[in-house]
T-cell receptor
């Protein structure tokens, strides 16, 4: 059982570039979410989804886009990368919003 | 707005020296309080969920408790492998499914 798989593990971008962070889970979880983790800030919710075709904004959604076309996948798109988006990004999933979330091991993103 | 404050920010213990981590929260009706453990370079790993004041849960050397305003993670006779950052998160009943995390407590257990 792979759990939550995030790719890539590391990425360096230049300001203005776009990219997609991939997240896949094989647990048939309906609820998926994206967080960013910055030193001294804790985990902050970017976007979340309660099921295929349904997404909503979290605490810090600006500059990010998501879609949920299947139960398994929940990609996060950076539209035009900015240095302020340098962070560690975590994807998580759970059976429902009130259940404990399972986290991937993160994507470490640096934007120059 | 839901808020979570964890203290202390960092804690150093000797092996076998028991202690507690604190998670204070404000939320408009608590749906659940979650404890996670995070090792360097890894994603958070789920430990416990607490739902109502007075509830307690245990796992090996860890015991989580909950009151109406705070939660404690008690660590009994810790070992070096308990070294990690411990995260607390709350989910309110305000109609949103969002989890709000604290900044974490970094625990170091020296042999």
């Amino acid at each position: 059982n792979a759990g939550v798989t995030q790719t890539p593990k590391f990425q360096v971008l230049k300001t203005g570039q776009s990219m997609t962070l991939q997240c896949a889970q094989d647990m048939n979880h309906e609820y998926m979410s994206w967080y960013r983790q910055d030193p001294g800030m804790g985990l902050r919710l970017i976007h979340y989804s309660v099921g295929a075709g349904i997404t909503d904004q979290g605490e810090v959604p600006n500059g990010y886009n998501v879609s949920r076309s299947t139960t398994e996948d929940f990609p996060l798109r950076l539209l035009s990368a900015a240095p302020s988006q340098t962070s560690v990004y975590f994807c998580a999933s759970s059976y429902s919003a009130s259940q404990p979330q399972h986290f991937g091991d993160g994507t470490r993103l640096s934007i120059l | 707005e839901d808020q979570v404050t964890q203290s202390p920010e960092a804690l150093r213990l000797q092996e076998g020296e028991s202690s507690s981590l604190n998670c204070s929260y404000t939320v408009s009706g608590l749906r659940g309080l979650f404890w996670y453990r995070q090792d360097p370079g890894k994603g958070p790993e789920f430990l416990f969920t607490l739902y109502s004041a007075g509830e307690e849960k245990e796992k090996e050397r860890l015991k989580a408790t909950l009151t109406k305003k705070e939660s404690f993670l008690h660590i009994t006779a810790p070992k070096p492998e308990d070294s990690a950052t411990y995260l607390c998160a709350v989910q309110g009943q305000g109609g949103s499914e969002k989890l709000v995390f604290g900044k974490g407590t970094k625990l170091t257990v020296n042999p």
